[in-house]
């Protein structure tokens, strides 16, 4: 390997948003995650809704507070005519 041109490879604290946390090598000395192994429900066997980042109000923010209202207004009024 050349020098100087690989970051350094160090012990890793990887820490998940359920509290478990296990030590790896990286390079970086801390990860954070999200969902790990022992909390993700694939692995559990356990149905759970995960939702990372509050996809809904990301969509409500993008599109806006009224776009499904916008939609069942006109499904109403073609229904009653």
Request: aromatic fraction near 12%.
């Amino acid at each position: 390997m050349k020098k100087d041109i690989h970051p350094p490879y160090v012990d890793c604290t990887v820490t998940c948003g359920c509290g478990a946390s296990f030590q790896t090598r990286s390079t970086v000395p801390q990860l954070k995650l999200e969902i790990c192994s022992n909390c993700h429900p694939f692995f559990t066997g356990q149905q759970r809704y995960v939702d990372t980042a509050g996809r809904v109000e990301r969509f409500t923010k993008k599109f806006g507070g009224d776009y499904f209202s916008k939609q069942t207004a006109n499904k109403d009024k073609a229904s009653k005519a």
